[in-house]
């Protein structure tokens, strides 16, 4: 992940990776930080993100980012079984723009569980 032109270096998250604004903290790695939700959607809500400066949304993913954006996935599945929703099942949210309810521009991942959540569509 390479430096992203006009990234807001002081929105929630990268304020979060820089320690400025305390965060629940379930995992950390070299590549992602993941925390509670302070505003939790189901009875387990996660945020997971990449450090960095990642593109806003997953519009702004390439080629280029296939890796990190694919570990992320797997790194979202493994909080999951961390966190006692494998057996029962969770869900993976990823939003583009504000029409979708993207509320931070750094790309992030909910994992959500813990509850019957419905369907989505």
Same mark, same amino acid.
């Given at each position: ?6 990234? &807001?270096? &002081? ?9 400025? /604004? ?13 925390? @509670? &939700? /302070?505003?939790?959607? $189901? ?5 997971? /993100?990449?450090? *960095? =400066?990642?593109? !806003? ?5 390439? &080629?280029?980012? $296939? ?8 790194? !979202?599945?493994? /909080? !999951? #079984?961390? =966190? ?6 969770? @869900? ?7 029409? #979708? ?10 994992? %959500?569980?813990?509850?019957? %959540? *419905?369907?989505?569509?």
């Amino acid at each position: 992940m390479s430096e992203t032109p006009g990234y &807001d270096r &002081d929105n929630v998250f990268a304020r979060i990776l820089r320690d400025e /604004i305390p965060s629940d903290r379930v995992y950390e790695d070299g590549e992602f930080i993941a925390f @509670r &939700d /302070i505003n939790p959607a $189901a009875p387990t809500h996660i945020v997971l /993100i990449p450090r *960095g =400066e990642p593109p !806003a949304g997953p519009a702004g993913l390439d &080629d280029g980012d $296939a890796g990190w954006a694919g570990r992320m996935f797997v790194v !979202a599945s493994r /909080i !999951a #079984a961390q =966190e006692g929703l494998a057996e029962g099942g969770y @869900r993976l949210v990823v939003n583009n723009g504000p029409d #979708a309810g993207q509320e931070v521009p750094h790309l992030h991942m909910h994992i %959500l569980g813990g509850a019957g %959540l *419905g369907p989505i569509a």
